[in-house]
DNA sequence: CACGGAAGTAGACACTGTCTACCAATGGTC
DNA sequence: GACCATTGGTAGACAGTGTCTACTTCCGTG
């Protein structure tokens, strides 16, 4: 069933996949990884040098996964690219609060501040797949700076409707008006 | 100079205050907060049943001293609502920029999940300061999903700014456009 | 067969947060 | 004034953590 003889190195990112999405981001220590792995303490140092760096590389799985999520929604690409924006939009925070603990792991700030195994830049290519729609629904416009701005806003909603904080000021329950918000903020109010 | 004798209670959060300002958040040690006040390492116990009710007694003066500048910042009032947000923003990201450790501790995520000390609700005066204003720049609109969307934004903005990935994506080199646009965005294109 | 390197084990170290037993002072009550 | 209880702080223990280092085990190659 599951590959027992993946290859420690994989095998330590699988286990910190698994696990932060069940138990949360705390439950990452390096031993319970190694335990959960069934294999000594000291092994993941023989690829991961350290502690920072394996949960540099579950983080980049998340990236992988939410990329993939959003090529597969967006499928053959004959939305409009606004139409393509809202449905990235869509599945990045459904992502983001589905799984939050790994949410919140991609995002850590000694993570990406370090940049360990590149991590920042792993995260680049969902970046770019959203500049090139933003420059493409409203041509008229700096597409980079509206892309970013869009992009905060998004990370923005996708935090604080995660501990409450957008539930509270808007008195909503579910966060489509604050991604419709958003998105005809940043892209122009669309005639339906 | 330093009010060495002004209670435990407080000398421990200004020790904490003053740590995360020059060492960062990872300095934060329960232990080292108290080696740093003078006072065994069980002491802060008294006060503080646990590590993390410190750490959110931290980060409320944080979210205090937010309000203060902004308020400062705002003066008697007599600008129009619009600027007033534009000056808020602009407090706020120069804030989060300048006490990057501070910001960072403020919205950790254990710290208002919990919602210890009412962490999440002292800082909701802030929000509810920009609310107002949004509602008398835009009356028009539905003030409090504008200002928690807007909210988001600027949030989002100072994290990604943060760690430089705005700074990739846009390819800008100071936060003025990104906040000039998030404004616009929400609270429509002013004449100027 | 010998050897060398790769892969993993096991123990030590310093450090952390929490818990518990103790101690010293302080102030109120009889 | 003697007693006692409460408050505020100390000190040591405990389990857990990340990192480092010495050691074993195993396998392929010469």
Known sequence: MSERNA???TRLVDVGVELVTTEGVQALSLREIARRAGVSHGAP???FPTHLELLSAIARRGFEDLAAR???ALG????SPRRQVATLGRVYLDFALTHRGMHELMF???LLESNTLGLRDASLPVF???VDLVGRAR???DARLVAGAL???LYGIAQLWTWGSLQLITGADDFTPLLDAAIDAHLGREDR
Do not use: F, Q
């Not at 053959?76 to 939305?79: F, Y």
């Open 7 to 9: 290859g420690l190195r």
């Open 45 to 47: 140092r023989r690829y």
């Open 70 to 72: 959003g090529a597969a």
């Open 108 to 110: 850590r700030h000694d």
């Open 128 to 130: 770019g797949m959203l």
């Open 139 to 141: 041509p008229d416009v």
């Open 151 to 153: 992009l905060a806003n």
């Open 76 to 79: 053959d690409g004959t939305e």
